[in-house]
């Protein structure tokens, strides 16, 4: 299977960009990649997913290389209400099943 | 829409006991899927549906057993409960099992305690 990494854990102050990384390197042509996080006390929320594009949408962009071996989510201003663990997973081809990580803990400072 | 929703929100087993984990959806979606986190870890899965009648193991199936008889719910069964099954239980659903870009929605939770 397809692996994920992201860095533990990520400090942010309030308003600002926050950048969380993943690499993927062995991604393959048709694995999709989605970013799901998960408040405190909480069931985990899709937030984007994308293929080869870089995608917006309302909550954040994602900004897939162009070797597609890594990707960033973006949030653009962040909140205090976006303190929490960020998923970035990899959607198998031919496997609809998520494969959940340990994630990247983001921390917003007021 | 009330999306997808878990009873019971918390509950405490005794060891050797079998309970029922509800999940819903309204959404009529064909995909159900049960996980499992045990404290500061990612999610497990346990059993997953493809639709009524369908259902397979996921990563974690020991000690648990699923049904699908309509396309709305997907009990989890704990046959005997034990207390390394204490853990917080996420039920998932999505449009359709296939498509690699398909979101999925994940109820509340159920924290369950086995002593």
């Known amino acids: 299977d397809a692996k994920t990494t992201q860095p533990n854990s990520m400090e942010s102050n309030e308003e600002e960009p926050v950048h969380l990384p993943c690499n993927h390197s062995t991604i393959s042509g048709t694995d999709y990649i989605h970013w799901y996080r998960q408040l405190p006390s909480q069931g985990p929320e899709y937030v984007i997913h994308g293929l080869t594009s870089n995608v917006n949408n309302r909550m954040a962009s994602l900004a897939i290389a162009e070797d597609r071996k890594s990707s960033t989510l973006i949030l653009h201003r962040a909140t205090l209400r976006d303190a929490a663990v960020y998923y970035c997973?990899?959607?198998?081809?031919?496997?609809?099943?998520?494969?959940f990580g340990a994630g990247t803990t983001v921390t917003v400072r007021a | 829409n009330a999306g997808v929703t878990q009873t019971p929100k918390f509950q405490v087993l005794k060891t050797g006991q079998s309970m029922t984990l509800q999940c819903a959806q309204d959404?009529?979606?064909?995909?159900m899927s049960w996980y499992r986190q045990d404290p500061g870890m990612g999610l497990r899965l346990i059993h997953y549906s493809v639709g009524a009648g369908i259902t397979d193991q996921g990563e974690v199936p020991n000690g648990y057993n699923v049904s699908r008889s309509t396309t709305e719910d997907f009990p989890l069964r704990l046959l005997s409960a034990a207390p390394s099954q204490t853990s917080v239980y996420f039920c998932?659903?999505?449009?359709?099992?296939?498509?690699?870009?398909?979101?999925?929605?994940f109820g509340p939770g159920t924290r369950l305690l086995v002593l």
């Open positions: 959404m009529n979606h064909e995909y």
């Open positions: 997973i990899l959607s198998l081809s031919n496997d609809y099943k998520l494969s």
């Open positions: 998932a659903s999505s449009y359709s099992p296939g498509g690699a870009g398909e979101t999925q929605y």
